[in-house]
């Protein structure tokens, strides 16, 4: 690795009685050193260049005496390891939850001695057996509607008493939740998707663990959980990361506080749990062969230590991406976090993406407002002109919804043509787009807008279910429709460089329709979404500068072509993806 130093945390009852020694090829024990808590050890290792593959020995003695042995496994590196190109624009994201996607295995939907030992597909809370083997299935059909990478929703152990199905709750930071699988099987999807060209996102959260996770029994020292691990609310006011007013009262309520009471907050500033989690993060990507990362709830824990975390992973893998959640509407506050940012007060965040909230919102918008002076496209327009702050815009992970919010086809009242136009921009503009399992089949919660009800059984994933939305069996026909639509332009933005990181220009809407384009050298694209229910005839001397000489386009959707001598019409309520000729 290029970083030669290693952190182990022993942990047994009375390890403080205990000399350690550590005498390998390859390997010398820098020194050793005791938290307020006797129980453990944390011994600082350093890996030289001959260390060779195979168990490190630790010796535990006593009066000159070795009382207990422990191997600590050395693995031989995968050729390439650090070279592995992350998720980036020429990707697209499918986001699943792994209890709700498909249930793979029934013999693990109940593990005996974990707390939460039973599954209720009723239960909106409850678990429903969904599983890794359930993905590994379907990685077919994954490849076949044109994805290109699956960002998991979190599947590390959660041994919880209830809602462990979503799995921010973490009890262990080394093991898949076994009613998920195993480590094994992670690596082996990891395997199997990379043969179909698809890339895996892990989902992490520093911020906070289960209240079950064996530390919250006997933690190496009072300040591992924050507030002495008492549960004190934090005020969820974001900006104080930003914010040059803010007092040190809410800044450390802010990023102290809990986020729930079942939910203890870690301390980051620890320096033995900051490198805990480093390493974590590292071990993780060596083993499985991931290419990316989502952190969760990216504003709370420490910032200093966020932005470490982020350098050394980046220093073992340059080319390997990071996206952090700041669920803000204001791209002033997201783009402060920005690997390259110049920030007032000095910090770098080093994180190279962060998801895209502003734009989704202003796009929902658009689609649902009256067009008017300052109301309807005009919020998309204005809302892209904020890339100015970010200082790599084209990195940005897009989406029209996740698992937290609605999803995108009820937040436009289930209206498939202001649907359609949602998504023909989340696949076309500047970003990393990211749809939602079951956004391809038009997917609803009409019981409510709890994330129980939001994070829906995907239909076929489960035997016996009467609709197999993989088959395609039982779909009506305006869902299988939407599936062919998202594999068309899924299909066509794989094989088009242009979409990926092609330049962006954008004029301002008029007459209900928005215009943009996307071009490079090779390749021009515009896009004209009519969000009104009249056909639309637009002059097209205005687009010259993006049209250039070209007299005629195919929309990749339909084929069909269209002139663009003089006028071009845009029929009502729809998109056209025009391939400029
Ligand atoms: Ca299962
Ligand atoms: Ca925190």
């Known amino acids: 690795m290029a970083h030669p130093e290693l952190q182990v945390m022993l942990y047994g009852k009375d390890l403080s009685a205990y000399t350690i020694k550590v005498d390998h090829p390859g390997v010398k024990l820098h020194s050793v050193e005791q938290p307020a808590n006797p129980n453990y050890l944390f011994l600082n290792l350093v890996l030289e260049a001959n260390l060779e593959a195979g168990n490190i020995p630790i010796e535990l003695m006593q009066g000159g005496e070795m009382k207990q042995r422990l191997n600590f496994p050395v693995l031989e590196r995968e050729k390439g390891s650090a070279q592995r190109i992350g998720f980036d624009n020429s990707?697209?994201?499918?986001?699943?939850?792994?209890?709700?996607?498909?249930?793979?295995?029934?013999?693990?939907?109940?593990?005996?001695?974990?707390?939460?030992?039973?599954?209720?597909?009723?239960?909106?809370?409850?678990?429903?057996?969904?599983?890794?083997?359930?993905?590994?299935?379907?990685?077919?059909?994954?490849?076949?509607?044109?994805?290109?990478?699956?960002?998991?929703?979190?599947?590390?152990?959660?041994?919880?008493?209830r809602s462990s199905y979503h799995g921010y709750s973490t009890t262990d930071f080394y093991k898949?939740?076994?009613?998920?699988?195993?480590?094994?099987?992670?690596?082996?999807?990891?395997?199997?998707?990379?043969?179909?060209?698809?890339?895996v996102i892990?989902?992490?959260i520093f911020n906070h663990i289960g209240i079950t996770h064996w530390w919250m029994k006997?933690?190496?020292?009072?300040?591992?959980?924050?507030?002495?691990?008492?549960?004190?609310?934090?005020?969820?006011?974001?900006?104080?990361?930003?914010?040059?007013?803010?007092?040190?009262?809410?800044?450390?309520l802010m990023v102290d506080g809990w986020f729930v009471n079942s939910m203890p907050d870690l301390n980051q500033r620890n320096d033995f749990l900051a490198t805990y989690l480093i390493q974590n993060s590292i071990w993780w990507i060596e083993y499985s062969g991931m290419a990316g990362i989502?952190?969760?709830?990216?504003?709370y824990p420490d910032k200093a230590m966020m932005a470490e975390w982020n350098r050394r992973v980046l220093h073992e893998y340059p080319d390997f991406n990071i996206v952090g959640e700041?669920?803000?509407?204001?791209?002033?506050?997201?783009?402060?976090?920005?690997?390259?940012?110049?920030?007032?007060?000095?910090?770098?965040?080093?994180?190279?993406?962060?998801?895209?909230?502003?734009?989704?919102?202003?796009?929902?918008?658009?689609?649902?407002?009256e067009e008017n002076w300052n109301t309807g496209w005009i919020k998309l327009y204005d809302a892209l002109s904020n890339d100015f702050m970010y200082p790599?815009?084209?990195?940005?992970?897009?989406?029209?919804?996740?698992?937290?919010?609605?999803?995108?086809?009820?937040?436009?009242?289930?209206?498939?043509?202001?649907?359609?136009?949602?998504?023909?921009?989340?696949?076309?503009?500047r970003g990393i787009p990211q749809i939602f399992y079951g956004s391809e089949i038009l997917m609803t919660h009409h019981e409510s807008n709890h994330h129980g009800h939001i994070r829906k059984d995907f239909p076929g994933g489960w035997k016996g279910d009467k609709v197999n939305a993989f088959s395609g069996e039982g779909l009506s026909k305006e869902e299988e429709e939407m599936k062919a639509f998202f594999r068309t332009l899924l299909t066509w933005r794989k094989e088009n460089p242009v979409i990926?990181?092609?330049?962006?220009?954008?004029?301002?809407?008029?007459?209900?329709?928005?215009?943009?384009?996307?071009?490079?050298?090779?390749?021009?694209?515009?896009?004209?979404?009519?969000?009104?229910?009249?056909?639309q005839k637009l002059k097209t001397g205005r687009f010259v500068e993006l049209i250039q000489n070209a007299s005629s386009g195919n929309d990749i959707i339909t084929g069909k072509k269209y002139s663009l001598e003089n006028t071009i019409e845009v029929p009502a309520k729809s998109g056209l993806i025009l391939e400029l000729k």
């Open 294 to 299: 989502r952190m969760d709830t990216y504003p």
């Open 500 to 535: 990926h990181d092609g330049e962006l220009m954008h004029y301002a809407p008029e007459k209900g329709v928005y215009v943009y384009g996307r071009y490079n050298e090779e390749q021009r694209i515009i896009v004209l979404l009519n969000k009104t229910g009249n056909d």
């Open 392 to 429: 790599d815009p084209y990195n940005l992970v897009i989406f029209p919804d996740n698992h937290d919010m609605p999803r995108f086809f009820m937040q436009v009242n289930e209206d498939i043509e202001l649907y359609k136009l949602g998504i023909i921009y989340i696949l076309t503009t």
């Open 326 to 369: 700041e669920w803000s509407l204001n791209p002033g506050l997201v783009s402060y976090w920005q690997k390259g940012q110049s920030n007032h007060d000095g910090y770098d965040g080093m994180i190279p993406s962060m998801m895209d909230f502003p734009l989704q919102s202003a796009l929902a918008q658009s689609l649902m407002e």
């Open 176 to 199: 898949v939740d076994p009613r998920y699988g195993s480590n094994e099987e992670f690596k082996a999807l990891v395997d199997a998707a990379a043969d179909k060209g698809i890339k």
């Open 91 to 161: 990707d697209v994201m499918y986001l699943l939850m792994p209890d709700r996607f498909a249930n793979g295995k029934s013999e693990n939907d109940i593990v005996e001695g974990m707390l939460e030992d039973k599954i209720d597909r009723k239960d909106k809370t409850g678990r429903h057996g969904g599983d890794l083997a359930g993905v590994i299935q379907h990685l077919d059909y994954i490849e076949e509607m044109g994805f290109t990478a699956i960002w998991f929703n979190p599947f590390l152990e959660n041994d919880v008493e």
């Open 202 to 204: 892990m989902d992490m």
């Open 218 to 252: 006997d933690p190496p020292s009072a300040d591992w959980i924050n507030f002495g691990g008492e549960y004190v609310q934090t005020n969820h006011r974001r900006t104080v990361n930003q914010d040059p007013y803010a007092s040190e009262y809410d800044r450390k």
